[in-house]
């Protein structure tokens, strides 16, 4: 069974990356971060990757490697593209990391991957039934998880409410953009998490991102049907749940 792999977190601000224990489910060397490149371009994302990758030293040539990207992805190819270059659409993403690499790596949904790390060590671990993860920063990913198993690609941050993409009024970047403070932005999410509830019935939801840290400040303003709790990983279960893909990935292979 493999025990560390590497994961790295791509997002529309910063890229960060660890080496992570499998076992665990924790951070083994510092998390390493650096901006994401002006523009959001693929091959400047690709070459700071590679770079961040290198700066991991021997271990890097040791252990599997996953990626998550905030995009749709389709057997490695990327379908949108959130608060990165356009460029991305459509492009085999997988493909052109793995040759700049020179390995295989595993390629996922950043939010999928926040997902998949709830699930293995954190709030949803051992919960039957449907979970939904949101993560709420500069829009709103999404993972859905069926007995513990993922459904990928879910996309819920761009659902329709009062006649609005959701992340557009109900992301954390939009309290910071309105000046908000918990109480009004509350509201929001109050409309938001009743038309998940809604359309999903989920048994349980999931807050990610950075502002669950801050769970405290607006979770008890919210009156849901379905329990609602802050994420245990917050930022780093981008970079746990691509980890734990590779290590995966590794096994079956």
Not at 10 to 37: F, H, S, Y
Not at 88 to 101: M, R, S, V
Request: proline letters at 4%; glycine letters at 12%; aromatic letters at 6%.
């Amino acid at each position: 069974m493999t025990t560390r792999a590497i994961g790295i977190d791509i997002g529309g601000t910063g890229i960060k990356g660890a080496v992570v224990d499998l076992d665990a489910g924790e951070l083994i060397t510092d998390r390493v971060k650096v901006p994401t490149p002006k523009g959001g371009e693929p091959e400047d994302i690709i070459a700071a990757v590679s770079q961040m990758v290198e700066g991991f030293g021997d271990v890097a040539s040791e252990v599997p490697i996953g990626v998550c990207f905030p995009a749709v992805v389709l057997h490695g190819v990327t379908m949108s593209a959130a608060n990165v270059s356009k460029k991305w659409i459509g492009l085999k993403a997988e493909q052109l990391f793995e040759t700049a690499l020179q390995r295989d790596i595993v390629f996922v949904n950043d939010a999928d991957a926040a997902g998949v790390a709830e699930v293995r060590w954190g709030a949803a671990k051992g919960r039957d039934g449907l979970v939904i993860l949101t993560t709420l920063g500069t829009g709103i990913g999404s993972a859905l998880l069926w007995n513990g198993q993922l459904v990928p690609n879910s996309e819920l941050g761009h659902l329709e409410v009062d006649g609005h993409d959701a992340e557009k009024k109900a992301a954390y970047s939009a309290m910071e953009r309105e000046d908000l403070d918990w109480k009004h932005w509350a509201k929001r999410l109050q409309k938001y998490y009743d038309t998940v509830d809604a359309l999903f019935s989920p048994d349980l939801i999931i807050v990610g991102g950075g502002v669950s840290k801050h769970a405290d400040d607006f979770l008890p303003l919210l009156k849901l049907r379905p329990e609602i709790v802050p994420a245990v990983h917050l930022n780093n279960a981008g970079i746990l749940g691509a980890a734990a893909l590779a290590g995966d990935k590794a096994d079956a292979a």
